[in-house]
């Protein structure tokens, strides 16, 4: 019996399963090697806090204002809704008006969404 087009075997995931193993492997030997190889000495000096040459002063739980928080947030949001309009700028002749009309409706959600931060005041720096 012929297996059909749409029909997968499962010997068709065997490169796959290689891949998997293969990469599987080399994680588990290069951890395993660098853990028997590498060097065993601690010291003060290697155990310190180290951030480009500068001693850290301090202590690093120190309350810092939620603002900056939120504007990260919501630059990564923003930014990720942007990258949407890329495709669809690309494809806008065959979307025709039907993709017009969505991709209104996307840029409407988005500012509405923008101007309740802006109304919220999460934007606004004191």
Do not use: C
Not at 10 to 36: C, E, K, R
Request: aromatic share 18%; proline share 5%; glycine share 8%.
């Amino acid at each position: 019996m012929e297996p059909t087009v749409n029909q997968y075997l499962p010997s068709d995931y065997l490169p796959i399963l290689i891949q998997f193993a293969a990469a599987l492997g080399f994680v588990i030997f290069a951890l395993v090697a660098t853990h028997m190889l590498g060097p065993k000495r601690s010291s003060a000096v290697k155990g310190a806090a180290f951030e480009s040459g500068i001693e850290s002063v301090g202590d690093a739980r120190t309350p810092i204002s939620y603002k900056y928080f939120m504007t990260a947030i919501l630059f990564v949001l923003f930014d990720v809704e942007i990258i949407f309009m890329y495709p669809w700028a690309v494809n806008f002749k065959e979307f025709g008006a039907e993709g017009f009309l969505q991709m209104l409706l996307f840029l409407g959600l988005l500012m509405s969404g923008f101007f309740y931060v802006l109304k919220k005041g999460i934007l606004k720096w004191e």
